[in-house]
């Protein structure tokens, strides 16, 4: 086949003129730090998912460092988590003092395997961290039953669930935690960024005084028009906050949130036609229960050659391509501090999992020219001359 001239990347985040007359718009108020854009985005949250709060932050990370904080996660206690997941989580809880407990997966739709979880359950576990992978919801009525059973948190990884519904429900509507991430991969982008939802007030008091140096105003209240500048510190904070000019960047994205996610769906059912039986590679399995998948990844496996060949391949053919993810269980510093714990379905998956391009932007000819490429290098791979 003919290579093409220009590489098409894994991801690219979608940025037309209502993003830049947003952001164009901020900067000519001259109010561009946290102020009533980040409201408004939260706000768009809270619709979104239905949760009484919405928190905005300078990262996901932040957000899950803010959470542990807050709930007094530290030393001694232990948390549970699937292994297949961005390393920003385990290292929170690492960095919190406490102990990441491995859940293993399904092997066909990477999600969460909540018949792993009782076997995890001690009396130091404090929480269960489900991750909605890429853009399919883990299996939340069973979750959140032995959560409750046990009296644990849920605090769902939604970084891939903008769009995302788990038996009607959005990401976030279950009553409990979720954090957002608004990376520029994700479905929808702020730059960089993310947000909790949640319903407890106690809880929101914790995480805008942590967010902000532990001061209760946020600056646009403080120096604002008839704000007053002075400010107590009950607690120290960090400097997570969101700014405007993310927020403008992020609320323009939301309103095309639909556009997008409509997109995805018809970029990865051609990816279905296009490598239907294609000889040594899985296609993404789909929970059965009911749902709506936001479609932030789509994960391969590669079954008919060594996976770093079949990379150098697509680079050789201009396409690019991501792991999503490296075992964290398998990491050296979790392994040298906490030990290894054996998890085959995870371990089984990890070997072969390839993310192949997605993004809104994608023409229907960059797909069929990724199905031509993985066809021509695993039919190659087939009669032994990769």
Not at 143 to 160: G, N, Y
Not at 295 to 306: G, P
């Amino acid at each position: 086949m003919k290579i093409r001239e220009d590489f098409l990347p894994l991801n690219r985040p979608s940025i037309g003129e209502t993003e830049i007359a947003g952001v164009t718009a901020c900067l000519r108020s001259q109010w561009i730090t946290t102020g009533p854009l980040c409201k408004t985005f939260e706000e768009r949250f809270q619709h979104l998912t239905g949760a009484r709060h919405a928190v905005s932050l300078s990262s996901a990370t932040a957000g899950m460092h803010l959470v542990l904080t807050a709930l007094g996660i530290g030393p001694g206690d232990e948390v549970i988590t699937p292994s297949l997941t961005f390393a920003s989580t385990v290292n929170m809880i690492a960095l919190s003092g406490a102990r990441p407990v491995f859940l293993d997966i399904h092997y066909d739709t990477l999600n969460i395997n909540a018949d792993d979880i009782e076997a995890r359950i001690t009396p130091r576990t404090k929480a269960i961290i489900p991750v909605h992978f890429a853009g399919a919801p883990a299996e939340m009525d069973r979750i959140l039953e032995i959560a409750d059973r046990h009296r644990l948190t849920v605090i769902e990884d939604a970084a891939h669930a903008v769009g995302t519904r788990y038996r009607g429900i959005h990401a976030g509507g279950f009553g409990r935690i979720a954090i957002f991430s608004f990376h520029p991969l994700k479905n929808i982008t702020t730059g960089e960024g993310g947000l909790i939802t949640h319903n407890d007030e106690q809880l929101e008091k914790k995480l805008r005084l942590l967010r902000f140096h532990g001061i209760e105003r946020d600056a646009w209240k403080r120096y604002g028009k008839g704000g007053n500048p002075e400010y107590d510190i009950e607690t120290p904070g960090w400097k997570y906050n969101l700014t405007d000019i993310q927020a403008a960047l992020g609320i323009a994205q939301f309103s095309r949130l639909a556009e997008f996610n409509r997109r995805r769906a018809e970029i990865v059912a051609l990816y279905r036609e296009g490598l239907k039986g294609v000889t040594g590679l899985e296609l993404p399995g789909n929970p059965a229960y009911p749902h709506d998948h936001a479609h932030h990844l789509f994960v391969v496996k590669i079954l008919a050659m060594e996976r770093e060949r079949f990379m150098e391949k697509l680079s050789d053919h201009n396409i690019g391509y991501g792991l999503h993810f490296p075992a964290c269980h398998l990491l050296k510093y979790v392994k040298d501090r906490f030990g290894i714990v054996k998890l085959p379905e995870t371990e089984r998956a990890a070997e072969k999992i390839l993310s192949l391009p997605l993004f809104p932007d994608m023409t229907d000819g960059d797909v069929a020219y990724v199905c031509a490429a993985v066809r021509e290098i695993l039919g190659g791979a087939e009669g032994g001359r990769n």
